[in-house]
């Protein structure tokens, strides 16, 4: 009886987790570039009362044996790197990527970080910089009098100043890829690193070996389906509540040969 309440409590804290995942999923279903998460779960270790294949008797053998669970844990979670819808907000300073790959920025410390978010702005040095002002990498610097910015579709970057109308590329936008993205580490502000379980990154241009190409004038939304989560929600909330009953009943049970012996 013991044993039915320890397993339904592993199921209320699994349970818990899966909820809180999907909860950071709603909260960011309207963060651009934003990639959903899923939670993992694995049962855990088995107690074998009865060997299966054991012999009961010469030449006789279990056909299945007793093996008795002990409950589940959330092992991981698993980013969703399916692209999210590609929004049109005809703002110079915004581009996404149609397909896979990340922008790099230049962390505070020098590591390289990887975002789908392309939502970039300009610093006070006229250069391209992300919402929390780190820098695009390889680095975009726009001179003085600019009338126009172009990203292209392959990452190059031209623009136009006063009194030229030729246009004058500046830089191109490179864009990274992982053999393993899940590998990822997610650290916030729409940021992730590199580890040893995503690989190495293979930076190229834009359409470059398979890599997807750039949008200017448009971004990525998140590619959270807020049905679907809320569907999750109500399924993980019975789950919940079936192990709540699992633990009052064992409880009941346990009361009730309290009282009678």
Known sequence: MHGALFVAKTGLSAQ???LKVISNNLANVSTVGFKKDRAVFEDLLYQTVRQPG???AEGNQLPSGLQLGNGVRVVGTQKMFSTGEIQ????????????SGFFQVTMPNGDIGYTRNGQFHLNSD???VTAEGYLIEPAITLPDDVQ???VGVDGTVEVVVAGDATPTQIGT???ADFVNP???QAIGQ???LETAASGAPQVAQPGEEGLGILRQGMLEASNVNAVEELVNMITTQRAYEINSKVISTADEMLSFVTQQL
């Open 148 to 150: 126009s910015f172009t």
């Open 190 to 192: 729409n940021l992730f």
């Open 16 to 18: 818990d987790t899966s």
């Open 88 to 99: 049109v907000t005809d703002e110079t300073f915004d581009v996404a990527i149609n397909g």
């Open 173 to 175: 936008l490179e864009i």
């Open 126 to 128: 006229s250069e391209l």
């Open 54 to 56: 054991a012999e009961t």
């Open 182 to 184: 899940q590998g990822l």
